[in-house]
T-cell receptor
């Protein structure tokens, strides 16, 4: 079964203090993606990566950065977090040639 | 646990009954659909999927029906159990390069013992 881990699971921070949420997978899947989940808005894609060193914007990329230096890791970076980035974040993975995405356990971020 | 929606439609059923959760999708070009289950404090968990060239697919205790004419998807759960209580999302995948999933807003299923 696909294993996706995220750290931290919970984080409370203040406006402007840079933070990184890590995502790691043990499946050697090429595709990785970040979503945020907000009440009434569902899950929306932030960024995705088709492979190492290949990343692209999703539907709501503003205020976020990502990197994909190695296949197993896909960190989400908030250079200057703002309160509107308070949300529940999920990392997802997908194997090449398939469409099913498997999600991590989530990271609850609160920006004060 | 984590709140995934403040005003989600809720379906309440008795343990042992069958449940039907409905979803209207938005894009007639979508070619792949997934149902996810999300329990409090956890990420979405894959339940069952279906491609647009099919109209029905069955899994263990679950069946997905697809009606492309009216862009409607349903998830049927047989003999609903308390462990089925969760929020259920349908997601559609349009045939674009990034293959992002577009999620519905979800339905909360409450199973009464």
């Amino acid at each position: 079964e696909a294993q996706v881990t995220q750290n931290p699971r919970y984080l409370i921070t203040v406006t402007g203090k840079k933070l990184t949420v890590t995502c790691s997978q043990n499946m050697n899947h090429e595709y990785m993606s970040w979503y945020r989940q907000d009440p009434g808005l569902g899950l929306r894609q932030i960024y995705y990566s088709m492979n190492v060193e290949v990343t692209d914007k999703g539907d709501v990329p503003e205020g976020y950065k990502v990197s994909r230096k190695e296949k197993r890791n896909f960190p989400l970076i908030l250079e200057s977090p703002s309160p509107n980035q308070t949300s529940l974040y999920f990392c997802a993975i997908r194997n090449r040639g398939t469409d099913t995405q498997y999600f991590g356990p989530g990271t609850r971020l609160t920006v004060l | 646990g984590e709140s995934v929606g403040l005003h989600l439609p809720t379906l309440s059923v008795q343990e042992g009954d069958n449940s039907i959760i409905n979803c209207a999708y938005s894009n007639s070009a979508s070619d792949y659909f997934i149902w996810y289950k999300q329990e409090s404090g956890k990420g979405p968990q894959f339940i069952i999927d279906i491609r647009s060239n099919m109209d029905k697919r069955q899994g263990q205790r679950v069946t997905v029906l697809l009606n492309k004419t009216v862009k409607h998807l349903s998830l049927q759960i047989a003999a609903t159990q308390p462990g089925d209580s969760a929020v259920y999302f349908c997601a559609e995948n349009v045939g674009t390069g990034r293959r992002a999933l577009t999620f519905g807003s979800g339905t909360r299923l409450q199973v009464q013992p």
